[in-house]
């Protein structure tokens, strides 16, 4: 965990929220990103991040993550948070078990391991390469390397950003399922409005360094979230929007 990441009390530690980010602020050089952004994600609350590109989403998601420092503010969780990219980052000298597997402080290493890879439809091949995987094996992988570890909070940057349409609709329900079955917090980047209406429990939109929009969708609700709207905000005008 690093130095910024302060942890929960134990007693909050089954039942607090997955992450609190408080008037976060994070520069590089004189070039402020993120000015005194709040955000409060629940366990099992599903959360879709969009903006406008360069308006600072991934570098969210890198202090979330605990990969970059921070200039102010405070981001409190109850552990470091798992993190899948857009890449699989798989490691292509180890078989598909040990990297789901890496970091992983347990003797029964490869049985968690393959508990995880059968989560993602991929329990026949623990033994595999990565070389051998398509993309969407691949990001099946990174998805269960990222679960094996129990995260209270999953970062997901654009995941499925470089996925045919059909396989992304996959990944679509497999996430849901995931998701639903481990009850993290989520936070997922994503360009794609669609995705984030088909995942989210709520969405935000990222604007001037802060959360410009917010829309929480109600469960089961009849009328979903307009996509209309969501694209106004991200500055899609409406002769633009079919
Ligand atoms: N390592 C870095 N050094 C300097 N500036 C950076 C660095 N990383 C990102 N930036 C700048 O910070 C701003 C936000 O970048 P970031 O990658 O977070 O945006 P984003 O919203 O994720 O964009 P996209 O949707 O295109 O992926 C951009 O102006 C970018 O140029």
Excluded at 136 to 141: C, F, K, L, S, Y
Excluded at 168 to 194: C, F, K, S, W, Y
Aim: with cysteine; net charge neutral.
């Amino acid at each position: 965990m690093s130095a910024h990441v302060a942890p929960l009390s134990p007693a909050s530690f089954e039942t607090g929220p997955a992450v609190v980010v408080s008037n976060l602020v994070r520069s590089y050089g004189s070039r402020v990103v993120i000015e005194k952004l709040n955000l409060r994600i629940e366990r099992g609350e599903f959360v879709a991040l969009l903006g406008e590109s360069g308006c600072g989403k991934t570098t969210l998601l890198r202090a979330l993550a605990g990969l970059d420092s921070i200039q102010g503010g405070r981001i409190v969780a109850p552990r470091r948070p798992a993190v899948v990219f857009q890449e699989h980052r798989l490691l292509p000298w180890d078989s598909l078990w040990r990297n789901v597997s890496l970091g992983l402080q347990v003797p029964d290493a490869r049985e968690r391991a393959a508990e995880a890879l059968t989560e993602v439809g991929l329990g026949d091949r623990l033994d595999d390469w990565p070389r051998n995987l398509s993309g969407g094996q691949a990001q099946r992988v990174a998805l269960a390397r990222a679960l094996v570890q129990q995260p209270e909070l999953l970062l997901l940057d654009e995941p499925f950003a470089a996925l045919d349409a059909l396989t992304r609709i996959r990944m679509h329900e497999l996430v849901r399922e995931l998701v639903a079955n481990h009850q993290p917090g989520v936070l997922l980047v994503t360009h794609d409005v669609d995705e984030a209406i088909a995942l989210a429990d709520r969405i935000l939109v990222m604007r001037n360094g802060a959360i410009a929009y917010e829309h929480r969708a109600a469960r089961n609700a009849s009328t979903p979230i307009s996509r209309t709207e969501l694209l106004r905000e991200l500055g899609v005008n409406s002769h633009s929007i079919h």
